[in-house]
């Protein structure tokens, strides 16, 4: 009986354990090898055993698949290995931001009951009339600021958390919404951040938050950090 020699068995290393084979196919991996290998020395014919230098051959291959297993698992651990680390070091960064001052893209204020809250929005050109609407967590309008014509670019607001009528509002967050016009009555296209000193760090699967008191701030989302004033 004529058997085929297993240097024509196809390696794959996604037979190995922990690996998943998505494909389908019959590749084999480091335990099927080596049961062939042994089921071919046990049913060779015994009027025509395998070669020395045949065997050599294949134990030669079975030893590269083990190589080639051994530097995927290490590979892998070291993937490992190195997202913790990432990880660790995004964790230490974003619990250093504590007390600092941050800027992230958002239209949204946070109102601690106490200090002033400031904002940042940028103008696409030259406004002869800009107003700022608060909003609160039902999109009623607690507050509009008057802040007169503006220039193209950055510009900044405070908001002491008093409504229209002079009354103080809860503490929270609350929207803003930037409506500028130019001389012709055309409207002005804005963008705004939300800025403030990040008061606590909290860790969840959706990612880092940095918190200006009640308003959260994914941290790959903060464009700039600053001593706070």
Known sequence: MAIDPLGTIPIDLRGTPGAR???GNTSLG????LRLLVSQLSNQDP????????FAAQLAQFTSVEQL??????????????????QSMNNGVAAGLIGKSIEAPGNQVNWDGEAASEGRFSLDGNAASVKIELRDSTGFVVRTLDLGALSDGEQDFNWDGKDDAG????????TTTVVAQDS????????????GQVSRVTFSPEGVFLWIGHLP???SAVQSVGESE
């Open 167 to 174: 009354n103080s509002v809860a503490a929270g967050v609350y």
């Open 30 to 33: 480091r335990d099927e090898f």
């Open 69 to 86: 297993i051994n530097i995927d698992e290490t590979l892998a651990q070291q993937g490992e290995m190195n997202g913790m680390l990432a």
């Open 21 to 23: 084979d998505t494909s």
């Open 47 to 54: 009027l025509n055993p395998l070669e020395g230098q045949e």
């Open 217 to 219: 701030v994914n941290m």
């Open 184 to 195: 012709n009555g055309d409207a002005v296209a804005s963008s705004s951040t939300v800025r």
